[in-house]
């Protein structure tokens, strides 16, 4: 802020001497502070404001010194050389530090030469946020550790924490001669009516881990250790960080949240009117709304998104806009208004000390704070609040709004038959039958009061995304099978009533993506993420996912870590299903989303795992382990359920040794080291499981060792790699290592597909090799998109021997080294769409048809259309002519074989 001339510094002083009482008796206490902000300005006055010593007239000085920093923060307010954010601020350090004062007297009385450690004051509200008003209570909670508080010896642990505890409250907020220091207020500690004043560390963190309310999550949003023993309170903080964020939305607390904010507007009615009297904190429009519409999305997002949890208002709504999840110009718009209505409330608080936060009712007294504020009088300073505040309550409406709840279904048979039929259940026999049930607490899920109150809650829209669906009955069958798997139905059931849409998105999943409907009858949670809007975003590159997860991954100790990358996959390849359930994206975008994601979760794991090997065995110099992706990982290209095709190798000189604890020789080593990345993303876990991995493409198949050095796999591949190998190889990526490494296996590999080879003997093994795998993995029926005449495994095999034969083209992803033998005369034109539409056929049937079978009527026309045809009909017919195109390439270019060939050994 800038320093306000020498008017704006007596302007400031003269209105607070004419409309302040309580600053006034200030000035005329502390004339050398005045003179000293009339000649230098604020900081500078605040500059010679120290902190008092702590001793025997601490209840005194401590209230001196408050008077001091109250007057000039005044005038700094008043001034203008403070904003808002910087008042709030230095005020809240001048309470922390009020904290630590009180808190050490008090102690030093009890136990004379002891450090005060063990007892720690955690800060909620806007004490905790840095936001604490001009004349506020703060609202901490005390909490001690009694293997670490200092006590007399034959002293009982909490009762000398709570004579501790008293007399820091006392030294604050007793009312002397000299006023007081801070109103202490700890009623927001669990269960005030019967618990002491400060609370054993461990029974407060047991407390909040299992038995806390709504209100008490969304208070701790604005928490911090702030005074006292701070380790102590950050561990506490640290240890409950679970229930504050929760990655797994519990929105009924989200409604009982809102029922608070209803509350408080109808018990603080006389305020609500805007006008004389209307209480900027608690009315309609003010404070207390732009605080709960920023503390609602924070809860909303921010157990997934770490970046959304500043405990400052304004920054979290600046955050909240930054992150996508508000629109920018109503955090711009809120944040103005947040500023002007907490300046206003500092005027009336500063006129007596006097906690208030509504305008006062009679006319003199409002022009009084008018003018402190700077306005001719009081209609001037209502005009000018009026438009803030119909603002903030149009913008909080529309919040309110979001969680309005529909009318319930009817009870009676008739009436709710009716109404199903309405919806699309004809006949509405089953939807009966399955409503009835769940209102009788059939499942399990829906034996509990709360149940069965969030069951009628959703049941209206329920029951019009279920009969919207193509195959209603369907539909609503495998939903009753999802509800008979959880263990409680309140919280999704809440989820799905507070977001409706997210309840056509699960009907769509149930009726269309089997693959997709037992991932979320395992984890009924993955649908929360679709909360988020960017969910329907085009998929992240490898490098976005991993800076993506980092901060929520920081930290986390190994099997932690292996769970929540597991979460993290999951619910993004569910968001990438859903996609395609949607017809969002084109599958052919989704299966290259579904490589990165797989190639981030091994970057990840490969990273953790390589660091906990290295804490047991340590380094091997000069070397380390490479990752090669092949298949459809190489070329980018997954489907929903692809397992990964890995190869490991090695870097440097297999006769050297780690320089660990536990020294392994580099052969070992790296095998221990493959099999733990191995396990990493493949063994399940309480999270699940990731990928299947198939290392059998390795140098010697299932008979070599797991892992070879470089040099090891270049030899076998210019001297003993058959020739199917080879083509293995032209889907070769390195996903895994540093740089160079990587680098030096992309030369080598290019230097073998280089290699000069004999045409007929290539398309010879080529066809040899094609006819054992289609003798050992016959097709499972037409629309088996990979076997069979024409289908993929015929293109790759045409592709790969093109490539190989000509030394062009060796690019791992399928559709481009098409389109680059294409532009070369090497590939028929037709075969790259060909390509395209069975590329795009596999991702979808692999969604919808998982085990093989054709798709269900239901999802055939989603087929259809992701596959760019207008129909079914007209898909198959475009699928056998893709076919066909594909198999006239593989036929010429197969050499044609006598048949004893083909049936002999």
Not at 274 to 301: C, N, S, T, W
Request: glycine share 8%; proline share 6%; aromatic share 6%.
């Amino acid at each position: 802020m800038t320093v306000p001339d020498a008017s704006a510094r007596q302007s400031a002083l003269d209105r607070l001497t004419a409309h302040a009482p309580f600053l006034a008796r200030l000035v005329d206490i502390n004339p050398d502070d005045i003179q000293r902000f009339l000649a230098e300005g604020t900081d500078a006055a605040l500059a010679s404001v120290t902190p008092p010593q702590v001793d025997d007239d601490i209840m005194r000085t401590l209230r001196q010194w408050r008077g001091r920093m109250a007057l000039l923060l005044a005038l700094g307010d008043l001034s203008g050389e403070h904003d808002v954010a910087t008042t709030t601020r230095l005020l809240t350090a001048f309470a922390d530090e009020a904290c630590d004062a009180a808190l050490a007297a008090a102690f030093a009385e009890r136990v004379p030469g002891e450090e005060p450690r063990g007892l720690a004051v955690i800060a909620l509200g806007k004490l905790g946020s840095h936001e604490l008003n001009y004349s506020s209570d703060i609202d901490p909670i005390l909490i001690f550790d009694p293997d670490t508080m200092p006590r007399r010896q034959r002293d009982d642990p909490d009762e000398a924490a709570v004579r501790i505890a008293r007399r820091m409250v006392e030294i604050l907020s007793a009312r002397t001669g000299d006023g007081h220091v801070l109103r202490v207020d700890l009623r927001l500690r669990p269960h005030p009516e019967v618990t002491p004043i400060v609370l054993p560390v461990n029974a407060a963190i047991s407390y909040y881990e299992s038995e806390a309310l709504a209100w008490e999550q969304a208070a701790f949003i604005r928490s911090r250790a702030s005074a006292g023993d701070r380790a102590l309170g950050e561990r506490f903080l640290s240890a409950i960080q679970p229930f504050i964020w929760r990655r797994s939305l519990d929105f009924r607390q989200l409604k009982e949240i809102g029922a608070m904010s209803d509350r408080i507007r109808d018990h603080f009615a006389q305020g609500q009117a805007f006008g004389p009297g209307y209480d900027l904190k608690r009315g309609r429009g003010g404070i207390r709304e732009i605080e709960f519409f920023a503390q609602v999305h924070q809860l909303i997002y921010g157990g997934r998104d770490p970046s959304l949890r500043p405990p400052a208002t304004v920054d979290a709504l600046a955050a909240l806009a930054e992150a996508g999840r508000i629109e920018a110009e109503i955090a711009k718009r809120l944040s103005g208004h947040y500023a002007t209505l907490r300046r206003v409330e500092h005027r009336l608080q500063m006129i007596e000390d006097q906690q208030t936060h509504s305008l006062p009712v009679q006319p003199a007294a409002l022009d009084c704070v008018a003018r402190l504020d700077g306005h001719a009088d009081g209609a001037a300073l209502l005009a000018m609040l009026e438009p803030v505040v119909t603002d903030v309550g149009a913008c909080y409406d529309r919040l309110v709004a979001e969680r309005a709840v529909t009318a319930g279904l009817p009870k009676g048979e008739g009436e709710l038959a009716a109404q199903l039929m309405g919806a699309g259940f004809d006949p509405p026999d089953a939807a009966l039958r399955t409503i009835a049930e769940w209102r009788g607490g059939k499942q399990r899920a829906l034996r509990s009061p709360a149940a069965l109150d969030a069951l009628e809650t959703v049941l209206p829209e329920l029951v019009k995304a279920l009969g919207a669906a193509p195959d209603p009955d369907g539909a609503l069958l495998r939903f009753d099978k999802l509800v008979a798997g959880l263990p409680s139905a309140v919280n999704f059931f809440h989820l799905l009533a507070a977001q409706p849409a997210l309840a056509k998105v699960a009907t769509r999943v149930l009726s269309l993506a089997p693959t997709l409907a037992d991932a979320l009858a395992t984890r009924v949670e993955l649908i929360e993420g679709l909360i988020d809007s960017r969910a329907f975003d085009a998929p992240a590159d490898t490098e976005a996912l991993r800076a993506e997860w980092a901060p929520g991954l920081a930290g986390l100790d190994y099997e932690r870590l292996l769970d929540r990358v597991r979460d993290r996959v999951g619910e993004r390849r569910f968001a990438y299903g859903v996609q395609l359930i949607a017809g969002a994206t084109d599958p052919l975008i989704i299966a290259r989303g579904y490589a990165d994601l797989a190639e981030a979760a091994l970057g990840v794991l490969g990273d953790a795992t390589v660091a906990e090997f290295v804490a047991a065995h340590g380094r091997i110099a000069d070397s380390e382990l490479i990752v090669l992706a092949l298949g459809r990982l190489g070329g980018r290209a997954l489907t929903h359920a692809s397992d990964l095709d890995l190869i490991y190798l090695f870097t440097g000189d297999h006769l050297a040794e780690s320089d660990g604890p536990r020294p392994l020789g580099a052969t070992t080593y790296y095998n221990r080291l493959a099999q733990r990345v191995t396990a990493a993303m493949s063994v399940p876990t309480a999270a699940g499981k990731l990928y299947d991995v198939d290392t059998r493409l390795r140098p010697s198949g299932e008979q070599g060792p797991l892992v070879v050095t470089l040099d090891s796999f270049e030899r076998y591949q210019r001297e003993e790699a058959w020739t199917w190998e080879h083509m293995a190889l032209l889907r070769a990526r390195p996903v895994y290592g540093s740089a160079g490494p990587r680098a030096d296996v992309g030369r080598i590999i290019a230097e073998l597909l280089s290699m000069p080879r004999d045409p007929a003997k290539l398309a010879q093994d080529a066809a040899e090799m094609r006819d054992r795998i289609a003798a050992h993995k016959p097709p499972k029926g037409t629309l088996d998109i990979k076997g069979g005449p024409g289908g993929l495994v015929d293109l790759e095999f045409a592709m790969q021997v093109t490539q190989l034969a000509s030394g062009q083209c060796h690019d791992p992803n399928i559709a481009a080294a098409l389109a680059c033998l294409k532009a070369a005369g090497l590939a028929p034109a037709e075969v790259c769409d060909a390509h395209g539409l069975l590329a795009r056929m596999l991702v979808m049937l692999r969604l919808t048809a998982p085990e093989g079978e054709p798709a269900t009527a239901a999802a055939r026309q989603l087929v259809a259309s992701a596959c760019g045809e207008p129909g079914w009909p007209q898909l198959l017919a475009a699928h056998d002519a893709a076919r066909q195109e594909v198999a006239s390439w593989w036929a010429s270019i197969r050499p044609q074989m006598p048949v004893q060939q083909e049936t002999g050994s």
